[in-house]
């Protein structure tokens, strides 16, 4: 079992007070007894990084760490070696001077026995390649870096403005599918792109595309999905999407879509955000089975997690669930960016409150089990104070190590006590988890589901 116990007493000892503004010179010096500093390669200055993946195989100890503006690009790092992490990679986009833009989020997939880490970018009004959306590089050969590879990038022209976010996902019927949000002005009908990965990579013209999932009008803002996750729903034997959609009248907030049939999405649940004080999706991850649903939103700047129970839309009694279940917040005026759940714990990145672990077994009433301070304090806080520290995180379920990218300080990797890894059976829950099993596909799928 690789199960985590923490009682209440020592949950009520390490998650003490939030530090004051400045209380702390340097990042590192404000944590919980049970959580352990493997290694710290700080990545600061002009190149702000932002969302981070680490790859699952041990032999392959790498992370990619999206970063921009000054320049657009990515780091690559490895931490083979305890306490020794290093950046052996950095890429930037060509001309970097004419590009104003954001290399924001990135992930890697594995096909045919190699591997590929794809880049999604925002580029901004003024800048060329405004139509660029995702860019592919082969990166098979690390840790030899010079064998890192471009093969191909993805363009949207009648979506300009890029990609917030993307998640490349083992579909049910064995293709390696990639999720691209889409900036979706009005008119275009996807808030999220989905290309077949295999025909992307043999250089089909159309980059592949197989798909895409809509927004539910009104739209409301001009824009599409800000963050998506995919899942396999095991008791229901269908592949899940779950999207923060823009602010929408009378709509808004997260929807759920059946995306089994890519070219037939159907929707399955929707969050309306403004009945919670909320105007927008942002971040939202499920539970293995599927039947909880984390978020953030987005503004007003200060929101907490929220929990939400999907059972009433999943079951088609209630398809709009109005009001969450439970809430977590490390101070009202605090605000997170991303999650990742390995049940029963959940992994934030929790801005300037650095790295924030919950117990969610009751989703109710979740409890802090565990914190790093990854927030460089030297940085002036941003008015409200939601912009600066730990943007993106990662898990590997191989040993349980815990990888936090915060856009000032750069990129730490934690143990924590007791969590030596994770698979989703020792819990009695579906193995499912922002991992791919990207030989095998989704645990739990008909054999006569696969086309390839």
Same mark, same amino acid.
């Given at each position: 079992?690789?199960?985590?116990?923490?009682?209440?007493?020592?949950?009520?000892?390490?998650a003490?007070?939030?530090?004051?503004?400045?209380?702390?010179?340097?990042?590192?010096?404000?944590?919980?007894?049970?959580v352990h500093?493997?290694?710290?390669?700080?990545?600061?200055?002009?190149?702000?990084?932002?969302?981070?993946?680490?790859?699952?195989?041990?032999?392959?100890?790498?992370?990619?760490?999206?970063?921009?503006?000054?320049?657009?690009?990515?780091?690559?790092?490895?931490?083979?070696?305890?306490?020794?992490?290093? @950046?052996? =990679?950095?890429? &930037?986009?060509?001309?970097?001077?004419?590009? /104003?833009? +954001?290399? %924001?989020?990135?992930?890697?997939?594995?096909?045919?026995?190699?591997y590929?880490?794809?880049?999604?970018?925002?580029?901004?009004?003024g800048?060329?390649?405004?139509?660029?959306?995702?860019?592919?590089?082969?990166?098979?050969?690390?840790?030899?870096?010079?064998?890192?590879?471009?093969?191909?990038?993805?363009?949207?022209?009648?979506?300009?403005?890029?990609?917030?976010?993307?998640?490349?996902?083992?579909?049910?019927?064995?293709?390696?599918?990639?999720?691209?949000?889409?900036?979706?002005?009005?008119?275009?009908?996807?808030?999220a792109?989905?290309?077949?990965?295999?025909?992307?990579?043999?250089?089909?013209?159309?980059?592949?595309?197989?798909?895409?999932?809509?927004?539910?009008?009104?739209?409301?803002?001009? @824009?599409? =999905?800000?963050? &998506?996750?995919?899942?396999?729903?095991?008791? /229901?034997? +269908?592949? %899940?999407?779950?999207?923060?959609?823009?602010?929408?009248?009378?709509l808004?907030?997260?929807?759920?879509?059946?995306?089994?049939?890519?070219?037939?999405?159907?929707?399955?649940?929707?969050?309306?955000?403004?009945?919670?004080?909320?105007?927008?999706?942002?971040?939202?991850?499920?539970?293995?089975?599927?039947?909880?649903?984390?978020?953030?939103?987005?503004?007003?700047a200060?929101?907490?997690?929220?929990?939400?129970?999907?059972?009433?839309?999943?079951?088609?009694?209630?398809?709009?669930?109005?009001?969450?279940?439970?809430?977590?917040?490390?101070?009202?005026?605090?605000?997170?960016?991303?999650?990742?759940?390995?049940?029963?714990?959940?992994?934030?990145?929790?801005?300037?409150?650095?790295?924030r672990v919950?117990?969610?077994?009751?989703?109710?009433?979740?409890?802090?089990?565990?914190?790093?301070?990854?927030?460089?304090?030297?940085?002036?806080?941003?008015?409200?104070?939601?912009?600066?520290?730990?943007?993106?995180?990662?898990?590997?379920?191989?040993?349980?190590?815990?990888?936090?990218?915060?856009?000032?300080?750069?990129?730490?990797?934690?143990?924590?006590?007791?969590?030596?890894?994770?698979?989703?059976?020792d819990?009695?829950?579906?193995?499912?988890?922002?991992?791919?099993?990207?030989?095998?596909?989704?645990?739990?799928?008909?054999?006569?589901?696969?086309?390839?």
């Open positions: 079992m690789t199960r985590l116990i923490v009682g209440v007493a020592i949950v009520g000892f390490i003490g007070p939030t530090p004051l503004h400045g209380q702390y010179p340097a990042p590192g010096q404000h944590f919980s007894p049970n500093l493997v290694t710290h390669v700080p990545l600061a200055g002009a190149m702000k990084v932002s969302d981070l993946e680490v790859e699952q195989e041990l032999s392959r100890p790498y992370a990619y760490l999206s970063r921009g503006p000054d320049p657009i690009g990515f780091d690559i790092v490895t931490f083979k070696d305890t306490g020794k992490g290093q @950046r052996i =990679y950095s890429w &930037a986009i060509e001309n970097p001077e004419l590009h /104003n833009g +954001r290399g %924001v989020n990135g992930k890697y997939f594995k096909l045919k026995g190699r590929y880490y794809v880049q999604a970018v925002q580029i901004r009004q800048s060329p390649d405004r139509e660029l959306s995702s860019i592919v590089f082969d990166v098979t050969g690390l840790p030899d870096t010079s064998k890192v590879r471009e093969v191909g990038r993805i363009r949207v022209p009648d979506a300009p403005g890029g990609a917030h976010n993307l998640f490349p996902y083992k579909h049910s019927d064995g293709r390696v599918l990639l999720v691209n949000t889409a900036e979706a002005p009005n008119g275009y009908p996807y808030g792109l989905m290309y077949d990965m295999e025909k992307f990579l043999a250089g089909a013209t159309d980059y592949g595309l197989v798909g895409g999932v809509p927004l539910p009008e009104p739209r409301g803002a001009a @824009r599409g =999905y800000h963050d &998506a996750y995919v899942a396999y729903d095991v008791a /229901n034997h +269908r592949d %899940v999407f779950y999207g923060g959609g823009p602010e929408t009248t009378p808004g907030g997260n929807f759920v879509y059946d995306i089994t049939d890519p070219k037939n999405p159907k929707l399955l649940a929707t969050i309306i955000a403004q009945s919670s004080m909320q105007s927008g999706g942002h971040t939202i991850v499920a539970t293995p089975d599927g039947r909880y649903a984390m978020t953030i939103m987005t503004s007003p200060h929101q907490p997690v929220r929990f939400w129970d999907l059972k009433p839309a999943l079951d088609g009694t209630t398809p709009v669930i109005k009001m969450p279940i439970g809430e977590w917040t490390v101070a009202p005026s605090k605000s997170g960016h991303m999650i990742e759940i390995r049940w029963p714990y959940a992994f934030i990145a929790d801005y300037e409150q650095g790295l919950l117990d969610i077994r009751n989703p109710t009433d979740p409890m802090e089990v565990g914190f790093y301070d990854t927030y460089n304090y030297r940085i002036p806080f941003e008015p409200g104070g939601v912009a600066f520290g730990a943007y993106g995180l990662d898990v590997r379920n191989a040993d349980g190590m815990i990888v936090v990218a915060d856009d000032y300080s750069g990129f730490w990797a934690f143990k924590m006590d007791g969590f030596e890894g994770w698979n989703g059976r819990w009695g829950m579906p193995n499912v988890s922002s991992v791919q099993d990207w030989d095998n596909g989704p645990e739990g799928v008909p054999k006569a589901a696969r086309v390839s």
